[in-house]
């Protein structure tokens, strides 16, 4: 099992634009880390970097899990060893049934060495696991024979994200913005299953978890080791849990201030943003 992922000088382009301007980050099984910024900082792009997707091009630096170099790795070989990302907006897949994707997902997780066509997690065993998550969730057992994420509310997405989580049982997960579109109940309850899914993670470890939130109440019962700020495509600044309340309740003001060349590379990004 992979302990460590530790992100050094990451430099990332999209469509040619340099968004992450160098990187650092290290997380370790049993660790929460808050990812906060304005929006437009990197975030995300952080996040769909660490998973290996195909659009976002690391132009500079290194990412390694437990010293193997995940940058040789794509997305299918990142996820069998362990990392997961719940997205800040989830594709719908017209025609695939959540119960049949989750099956697949989750039998091609835990047997990284399956091969396409052999056998998958026996059904009912399969089934059994799904319907406890799913009552864990307070979701309808009726979302199993739904396609996935196929006309879901927004919170009814987020939801399907944690389950996914809970299923799939990573080492390391990034959670965008899985707190946006909750209720206030549904925050709560999303808060506790994932400090209770990070603590029955796979061999026996704790997950390493990268919550990326503009609030603070996922944080509640998932209490940062470390919160982190992003600003212009660089984490400008590392404190604890009183980071995120601070950021939370004053803004980026502070932040803008104390770290010009990034507020001037958050404003250059801007720039070009409004130009393309
Ligand atoms: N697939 C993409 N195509 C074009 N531009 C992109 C893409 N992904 C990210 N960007 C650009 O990169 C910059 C950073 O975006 P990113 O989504 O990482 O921000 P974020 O910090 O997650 O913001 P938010 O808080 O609004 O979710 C933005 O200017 C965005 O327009
Ligand atoms: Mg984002």
Redesign the pocket.
């Known amino acids: 099992m992979s302990d460590i992922l530790k992100i050094t000088d990451l430099h990332v382009a999209?469509?040619g634009?340099a968004?992450l301007r160098g990187v650092n980050l290290t997380i370790r099984r049993g660790e929460t880390h808050a990812l906060m910024?304005?929006?437009?900082?990197?975030?995300?792009?952080?996040?769909?970097a660490v998973m290996g997707h195909p659009?976002?091009e690391v132009t500079g630096g290194k990412m390694e899990l437990s010293g193997a170099d995940v940058l040789a790795m794509d997305a299918t070989e990142r996820s069998r060893a362990g990392i997961f990302m719940a997205f800040?907006r989830p594709m719908a897949i017209p025609g695939v049934k959540m119960a049949e994707f989750l099956r697949h997902a989750t039998t091609n997780v835990r047997n990284p060495d399956r091969k396409e066509g052999e056998e998958l997690i026996p059904m009912r065993q399969f089934r059994k696991e799904l319907m406890e998550k799913m009552e864990q969730l307070r979701m309808d057992p009726e979302f199993a024979r739904r396609y996935v994420n196929d006309g879901f509310s927004g919170g009814e997405m987020k939801r399907a994200e944690i389950l996914q989580m809970a299923m799939l049982r990573p080492s390391f997960a990034i959670l965008?913005?899985t707190d946006s579109g909750l209720d206030v109940d549904a925050v709560k309850l999303a808060s506790q299953s994932i400090a209770q899914i990070g603590r029955e993670a796979g061999g026996g470890k704790e997950m390493g978890i990268l919550i990326?939130t503009?609030h603070d109440k996922l944080l509640d019962h998932n209490r940062p080791d470390f919160t982190h700020v992003?600003l212009g495509?660089k984490i400008v600044e590392t404190g604890g849990v009183e980071l995120a309340h601070e950021l939370y309740t004053e803004g980026y003001d502070r932040i803008r201030s104390a770290y010009p060349d990034a507020a001037a590379a958050e404003q250059e990004?801007?720039e070009?943003?409004a130009a393309s």
Do not use: R
């Open positions: 999209v469509e634009k968004i910024g304005p929006n437009g900082s990197g975030k995300s792009t952080l996040g769909n659009g976002y800040q965008d913005e990326i503009h992003m495509g990004m801007a070009e943003v």
